[in-house]
């Protein structure tokens, strides 16, 4: 499924295409440059899953957990991990196998512990204020 943006205001639309999408896929995996809205995204589909908290980057605390309308949600931001290591020191395994919905922003660095099945989310900077967006169940 490939959806466009041209705007902020069609994030909430979108979020709810990709939870749809995704149906009982909990698992999702946003790729993208830095700055190319990753993390905005991920709080439209917060919103969209129920949360009324604050999401905000995980960039140093590497994962924040909300409450959504049925569940926990797990938001990840791999960016500064050194190696593998670190997401196993942490219990990623918890996590991503808890049932939760889990938004992981820089899976590439953590290639050999993603799991078997999952959402993959490719967001693409077509302009100043567009981005294409890629979503596809693996």
């Not at 969209?48 to 980057?57: A, F, K, Q, R």
């Amino acid at each position: 499924m490939i959806l466009n943006a041209t705007s902020l205001i069609q994030l909430p639309g979108i979020a709810s295409k990709i939870i749809s999408f995704a149906a009982s896929s909990r698992i999702f995996l946003l790729y993208g440059d830095m700055g190319a809205g990753k993390t905005t995204l991920i709080k439209s589909l917060c919103d969209c899953l129920g949360t009324t908290e604050p999401v905000t980057s995980p960039t140093f605390s590497i994962v924040n957990e909300y409450s959504g309308t049925n569940n926990k949600i797990y938001h990840f931001d791999f960016y500064r991990i050194k190696n593998q290591t670190e997401a196993l020191d942490m219990g990623y395994e918890e996590y991503f196998y808890s049932g939760a919905h889990c938004f992981i922003e820089w899976p590439e660095k953590i290639p050999d512990l993603l799991p078997q099945h999952y959402i993959s989310i490719r967001i693409e900077v077509t302009g100043s204020n567009s981005r294409r967006i890629i979503i596809g169940k693996i």
